[in-house]
Each structure stands twice: as C-alpha cells, then as structure tokens.
C-alpha cells in the first residue's frame, strides 16, 4: 500500500555502489579506532551487514549494520560497582544533559554508536540481534576485534552477488557461507 510505501522511504537521496563501498571503509577505519581506544567503555563486539548492500540494486538509500555493543570490564569482584562509577564519571566529561538515570548510564553505550555513525546518513544501525539476523542474507563483518573477511571481499560482495545471478535468499545465503551455488 502506499502507507508502506512512505513507511520505508528514506528522505535520503539514493547513492552508488561506489559511494556505498567509500561509506563502509570509513565506518571500518571508525571501528578499529573506537576498538582500540580504551577511553570507550563499551566495544564492538560483532558487525553485521544486512539488507539492500546484499541485493543486486544499482543504487542505495541506506547501509544496514547491526552492532553488537559489549562492556570493557576490568576483572575483579567489584566491577559491576566499578562500571557504574566509569559510566558516571563518562557521563559527566561529556558535557551533556541527561533527563534520566537511564540516559545516564546509557551514555557510554551511545557514545560509541555516535563514534561509529559519525553523522553519516547513508550508515543504518540497529542491534545485530538473532530476529536481524534471520530475516534474510547477511554478512558478518566484525567479531571480537577482528575484521572477519578480507575488505576486497566485503567491498566486491554486491559485484560478486551480481555476477552470479542470485536470487533467491537460499542461494544467496549459501554463497554468504562460502559455498558454491546450487
């Protein structure tokens, strides 16, 4: 219908390939800096690419990415307490206003998705949840510090897609997976 219609359109204008593939080095570059700056008290722990950069389409309105966020914690009994304290005291060097608690300690999570968003439009994140995940093709670019495939590879990914002809979510999830196509 055409409410569903303006539900999922993007204000944004749709970019290329090319644009696509510049946007996605860049969020690469952000995410080694903010995974190896110990100032952030959150890292990133698994990234996913989802959604219109897995299809065939020329052009994009967006960059899907689900972020899996995790806390850095130094080991000992008291680091719950410990945490909370660091989340504060993060909170309070920011110079922001909070309006709740909630905020507040939310800030250090938030801080680090605005880092990586770093106010590019063209970059979509959500949580990289288990329902993400299962809606359809996906590519797991980040797990545990690393950069899970080579970037030639994630950046070729839409070529490759394209060159192959898949359609089908099963063909195109098989070839995600490193498999042959059927």
Known sequence: ?????????????????????????????RL???????????????VVLFGSYLSAKPLLSDIDLGLELVQRREPGPKQGEAFLDACRKRA???????????????WPETEVILALKNRRAALSFC??????????????????GHLVDDEPVI???????????????ASMGAFLKGEPPR
């Open 32 to 46: 080694r800096r903010v995974e190896h700056d110990p100032q952030y008290l959150y890292r990133v722990k698994r």
């Open 155 to 169: 950046q070729d990914l839409a070529e490759e897609l394209r060159r192959l002809s898949l359609g089908d979510a």
């Open 1 to 29: 219908t055409s409410g569903n219609s303006l539900a999922n359109a993007s204000a944004m204008k749709p970019f290329t390939r090319a644009r696509a593939r510049e946007e996605l080095a860049s969020f690469l570059d």
């Open 92 to 106: 309070r060097d920011s110079g922001r206003r909070f309006s709740s608690q909630w905020d507040l300690f939310a």
């Open 127 to 144: 949580s990289a949840s288990d329902e993400v995940i299962s809606l359809g093709p996906h590519a797991t670019l980040w797990q545990d």
